[in-house]
């Protein structure tokens, strides 16, 4: 014990065990430190010391002392960053770890909500294909079906009718958007429509819809969505590029994802039928108010599909600026939430059927001005042998012409912007594209006897391609311009390869073609397609009277007329609210919505 005391008292650093823990012995090493005028060592300096000892002080006198000091404080300065470094880099790496696996596990929900089916259910034909223009780019057709399925508990209890497991398309809605993506048209085809439909098939071959000489079009998407799409493509003779499906709690849930979709109602309204109640003025409709408005049929207008789709026009449009103002497009939550919503409500064709595919087609709608988006419902008229019903009427075929040619339909119409690198409208120096309006004149554009033009004969009547061929050549055109080998077509075209749109219209002028006529085509030549609207004659006009069902209006507010044509930006439009004895409640007779409206104060509004 003594011996142990003994050795405790012993002087620090000198080798000996008895060295207290944490610190340097001072021996000959802190001897040589002080000889040469360095400060002692302290505790701080030893990466072994003790944490909370405090250094000590450094002599300020000598250069060489503050050149040491610097450098121990520059080790122990890296000896930190390193460590900084360390967590800094593990903690990045954790939150691209996390974020990764978040958006992963959000892409494969996302697709899991995604339903998908045949494009095409038609027994024969195809949905058709879009001709590029010049500068290889081609429109979207995109047919959105509104359908009444009931095929869920939520949709039955929604939908307030028998879960039947019967099926009709509420809405048909047929988006174009142009070659160039300045311009849009959400055209509706009203569901009472009665036209010819296609029989259909499902993805096995089997018969799923016969054939109808005289249909209700809604009818079909008891065959598919794909059948819809066939019976579309029949009617328009639209290529159609994609569709899309919603169901009843789609529309719900994406209302209340942007936070409600404004409206505004002429009068107040009420329709039993929907239980839509609204009072004069404007409200913000969310949940099942948002359904209600857009189911609604007997509130609006005269009470048949045309009052229903200009209501559903407004809405559309109304959406479409909440979406763009309401900053939902650029909050990652509210984007989320919208897309978790619309995707539950969806059945695409295999084209969309990943969400990537999905936002493309979302980004290509996106880049048109809401003032470009045009809203019209096809021109019907009422069935005679049944007045409830609508049949094809006057100017929907111009209608149909006017979006197949790729043509803006309001607006001030203006050539499109040539793609970046492209020549502005190739080296002929034509307008960009086919939506460009009019046509130059006959003697403008190259000279026609440089000109050779491929004749083709689709009317079905022998001689008509040699005859117009020699009208051809007469007219000044080259004089190798030929025949070629004919194919069976509706109606006449001249089409035309990259950079020859000039001398395409000046053969379409030449014979009395209308400017629709006019497409840009895949062969190598300008050629000319005889069809069966052209049988007799070398004048087209002549021929057709100017009244050729190939021809398009030469104005589109001539095609617009009937069609309650509105742009997505008219905000201050307001629902027409009809006058007509359109409803009924019980114990009464006949009565308007507004009389309706003010019989039912016991019935809540549905929305404030």
């Known amino acids: 014990m003594i011996r142990g005391q003994a050795e405790a008292a012993q002087p620090a650093g000198d080798g000996s065990e008895g060295t207290v823990p944490g610190q340097r012995s001072g021996g000959r090493a802190e001897a040589r430190r002080q000889a040469a005028g360095r400060a002692p060592r302290s505790p701080v300096d030893d990466p072994a010391g003790t944490p909370g000892d405090a250094p000590a002080e450094v002599p300020t006198g000598g250069r060489a002392a503050r050149r040491a000091a610097a450098r121990q404080q520059g080790r122990r300065d890296r000896r930190r960053m390193r460590r900084w470094q360390k967590v800094l880099v593990y903690g990045v790496a ?6 990764v696996g978040a958006g992963g596990y959000l892409y ?20 058709g294909h879009e001709v590029p223009d010049a500068f290889g780019r081609t429109p979207i057709n995109v047919l959105v079906i509104g359908s009444d399925s009931r095929d869920s508990k939520e949709d039955c209890d929604i939908g307030g009718g028998a879960c039947d497991g019967g099926v009709n398309a509420d809405v048909n809605l047929l988006l174009h958007v142009s070659a160039d993506r300045s311009n ?10 009665r036209t010819e439909l296609p029989g259909c098939k499902d993805d096995a071959g089997k018969s799923v819809f016969k054939a109808q000489r005289h249909g209700m079009i809604n009818s079909t998407l008891q065959g598919g969505p794909g059948c819809t799409v066939a019976a579309v493509r029949k009617l328009t003779d639209l290529p159609i590029d994609h569709f899309v499906q919603v169901d009843f709690t789609g529309v719900i849930k994406m209302s209340d994802a942007v936070g409600g979709v404004p409206v505004c109602v002429s009068d ?32 609006f207008g005269d009470g048949t599909d045309i009052g229903r789709s200009s209501a559903q026009h407004l809405f559309l449009g109304s959406m479409i600026r909440q979406l763009k103002g309401a900053g939902t497009l650029s909050n990652p939550a509210k984007l989320l939430t919208l897309a978790d919503a619309a995707t539950k409500a969806l ?21 048109v001005p809401s003032d470009r988006i045009t809203f019209a419902t096809m021109q019907v008229v009422p069935d005679p042998a049944d007045t409830d019903r609508r049949v094809i009427g006057p100017g929907a075929a111009d209608l149909f012409r006017l979006i197949k040619d790729d043509r803006p339909l309001t607006g001030d119409p203006k050539p499109a912007d040539a793609p970046s690198g492209a020549p502005a409208g190739g080296s002929s120096g034509a307008p960009a594209s086919p939506s460009a309006p009019a046509a130059p004149p006959a003697q403008s554009g190259p000279a026609r006897s440089g000109t050779t033009v491929v004749v083709r004969n689709g009317s079905g009547v022998t001689g008509r391609a040699k005859a117009i061929a020699e009208a051809l050549r007469q007219a000044g055109f080259a004089k190798d311009t030929t025949t070629g080998s004919g194919v069976t077509a509706e109606h006449s075209a001249v089409t035309y390869p990259a950079g020859k749109e000039a001398a395409a219209k000046q053969v379409a002028a030449a014979l009395g073609l209308p400017e629709g006529a006019v497409r840009a085509g895949d062969g190598a030549s300008v050629e000319l397609l005889i069809g069966a609207d052209w049988t007799t004659g070398t004048s087209y006009q002549a021929a057709s009277g100017g009244t050729g069902s190939s021809a398009p209006a030469a104005d589109p507010a001539t095609a617009l007329k009937g069609a309650d044509a509105k742009t997505a930006d008219d905000a201050g439009d307001c629902a027409q609210v009809g006058h007509l004895n359109t409803v009924s409640l019980p114990g009464f007779g006949g009565m308007t919505p507004v009389q309706a409206y003010d019989r039912s104060k016991d019935v809540p509004d549905s929305a404030p």
């Open 268 to 299: 107040n309204v009420y329709d039993p039928q929907s239980h839509l109640k609204l009072s004069k003025g404007e409200h913000t409709l969310q949940g099942m108010a948002a359904l209600q408005f857009v189911r609604t049929r007997h509130g």
């Open 347 to 367: 059945t695409v064709d295999p084209g969309l059927d990943g969400i990537t595919k999905l936002v493309g087609l979302g980004e290509d709608i996106s880049k």
């Open 94 to 99: 954790g939150v691209l770890v996390l974020t």
């Open 108 to 127: 494969y929900r996302l697709n899991g909500n995604i339903k998908h089916s045949q494009l095409y259910g038609g027994e024969d034909g195809d949905a």
């Open 184 to 193: 849009a048209t959400v055209l509706s085809i009203p569901r009472d429509l």
